[in-house]
């Protein structure tokens, strides 16, 4: 089967630096992608990754170890908007986005 | 301008009820989706579409049909609704399949 796994939620203070992980599971992969949930909101992107390494972008960065499965968003100088759920997702062999439970991050003062 | 839009935001309904909910994009993409958000936050695919394939999750009930009238729309359309369909629904667009989705804002169907 296909799996994505993320932690369900975590917590970090303004200001500061967390890092959430992801590792998959899938038949096939097609590049890998992370969105920002607000409560009550629609998903919106955040960064896409289809070769290993890190791409880097504002306060975001995200990792990609296709080897490994494994990919994790960092997300440094934390705000309180940045309080959300944080979606990973894997596009398998037939391009179809496979999503994870996402990642619940509360930023506290 | 919304680039992805939905309409209902919300919709109560009963058992047994048909209904529809409208998706349209401004972007010029060539892909659009439908997802189902649960309570437990799984976003899951329903439905894609471009304009030579639809591609159906085959876990998906028949009375669940999606219906374009055109490359900037995907309408969505169920019969005979149960409990269970409660969910928050999305529609997306992307331009090609590799590439990142637009969510349209959600419409909350609640099943009574």
């Known amino acids: 089967g296909q799996n994505i796994d993320q932690p369900t939620e975590m917590t970090a203070t303004e200001g500061a630096i967390v890092q959430i992980n992801c590792t998959y599971q899938t038949s096939g992969f097609n590049g890998l992608f992370w969105y920002q949930q607000h409560a009550g909101e629609a998903p919106t992107f955040l960064s896409y990754?289809?070769l290993d390494g890190l791409e880097e972008k504002g306060r975001f960065s995200s990792f990609l170890s296709r080897s490994k499965g494994y990919s994790y968003l960092l997300l440094k100088e934390l705000q309180m908007k940045d309080s959300a759920s944080y979606l990973c997702a894997v596009k398998d062999s037939n391009y179809q986005l496979i999503w994870g439970a996402g990642t619940k991050l509360i930023i506290k003062p | 301008d919304t680039a992805v839009s939905q309409t209902p935001k919300y919709l109560v309904t009963q058992m047994g009820n048909d209904k529809s909910i409208k998706c349209e994009q401004n972007?010029?993409?060539?892909?659009m989706y439908w997802y189902k958000q649960d309570s437990k936050k799984f976003l899951k695919i329903m439905f894609s579409y471009n304009n030579k394939e639809l591609i159906i999750n085959e876990t998906v009930p028949n009375r669940f049909s999606p219906k374009s009238p055109d490359k900037a729309h995907l309408n969505l359309h169920i019969n005979s609704l149960e409990l269970g369909d409660s969910a928050v629904y999305f529609c997306?667009?992307?331009?090609?399949?590799?590439?990142?989705?637009?969510f349209g804002q959600g419409t909350r169907l609640t099943v009574v």
């Open positions: 997306a667009s992307s331009l090609t399949e590799n590439t990142e989705a637009f």
């Open positions: 972007l010029g993409h060539d892909t």
């Open positions: 990754n289809v």
